[in-house]
Structure formats: C-alpha cells, structure tokens
C-alpha cells in the first residue's frame, strides 16, 4: 500500500480574508466555536420533534396512514440530523480537548 496524500477540499462562499481570518484569527474561531454550540442546541430540540412526529406514526392510525406520503422525508431529515450533529459534537469535544489544563469550561 502506498502512502499518498489525502486531501480535503472546501469551497465557501465568502471573500478569501474572512475565511484565513476565521481559521487563525483567535476571536473569529471563539465566535465560531460558540456557532458550533449553538447547533447542538438546536438540532436536539428539531431531533426532540422528530422524535415526536415519529411517535405520533407509530401510535395513532390517521397519522400513520398520512406519514405514508412524506415517510421517506423524515427519515432522509434523521439521517442528516444525526450526521451534522454528531460532526458538531466531535468538533467541539476536539476543542476542548485541545484546551490547556484549568481552561476548560
């Protein structure tokens, strides 16, 4: 097996300056860092309702028979909800991490 590279690319849609400032600039990756928290926030309460709306399927008839027509929808949303909230979650559990000792929240 070779060792080669791997790489990652990204395009973003924003000017060059705010990107190299917001991956080495201190308060734009605090500032980016507490965006990262506030995802997890609201991806548990949009998993809470999928939650619900996935109960109310499983327990009342009309609701069943009306999920027939959007059940691939909802789990299409499961699956990108699990996926981007457990990529914020390792993001932010890196970071603290990388925090010194007696600086962790």
Known sequence: MQNE????????????????????????MKEFHKGIKEVVTAEERFRARLRTLRHDIDTDPQTKTESRD?????????????????????????????????KQK
């Open 5 to 28: 590279p791997f790489v990652i690319e990204r395009t973003f849609d924003a000017p060059v300056k705010k990107v190299w400032d917001a991956i080495t600039n201190k308060d734009q």
């Open 70 to 102: 959007y059940m691939f929808v909802l789990q299409d949303a499961e699956d990108a909800l699990k996926t981007s909230l457990e990529m914020a979650q390792d993001y932010a559990k890196e970071k603290d991490e990388e925090k010194p000792a007696g």
